[in-house]
């Protein structure tokens, strides 16, 4: 992000309903994310997959939640993506308000033309920044990058 801002992002497989049972990777999936200080949920906003985006967030944190409320309770940052390829804007809009009702960032993001990418960085900088926890285990960030001895947010 410049100015000694820098964090690492691990760009991992989506849940699917049934994870907390172990369906798809569940169960190794749900264990790894619990390192991490923030999660970005990437929920296809586009009509083109036929699916509800507010559905599918709600299933995903319904796994979480059913893992370990701690995992849940994680901070959150919601990416609604393929705005490019969206007809019907009420979808953004629906799953953006869902999110602001819940106090959850929302960023409406297009990978094609680069909208809000910037936006998404600088909301999970916002959270780590703040001082989201470091998981067990892991070097604790003070939040402010760039000093002398303090680590960096990742």
């Known amino acids: 992000l410049g100015q000694y801002r820098t964090f690492v992002v691990a760009d991992i497989p989506g849940l699917i309903e049934g994870a907390h049972h172990g369906q798809g990777l569940g169960i190794k999936f749900l264990r790894h994310i619990e390192r991490t200080r923030v999660l970005v949920h990437l929920v296809d906003a586009s009509e083109m997959s036929g699916r509800d985006p507010v559905h599918d967030l709600e299933i995903v944190n319904g796994e979480l939640r059913a893992f ?9 940052v919601v990416a609604g993506s393929k705005i490019d390829a969206v007809s019907d804007r009420a979808r953004i809009e629906t799953l953006r308000a869902r999110c602001t009702g819940e106090g959850v960032p929302f960023v409406a993001l297009s990978a094609v033309s680069g909208e809000g990418i910037r936006e998404l960085l600088e909301a999970v900088w916002s959270i780590l920044d703040a001082g989201a926890p470091a998981p067990a285990g892991t070097p604790s960030a003070s939040g402010r990058a760039g000093r002398e001895g303090e680590a960096h947010p990742t």
């Open 68 to 76: 370990s409320e701690a995992l849940a309770g994680k901070p959150q």
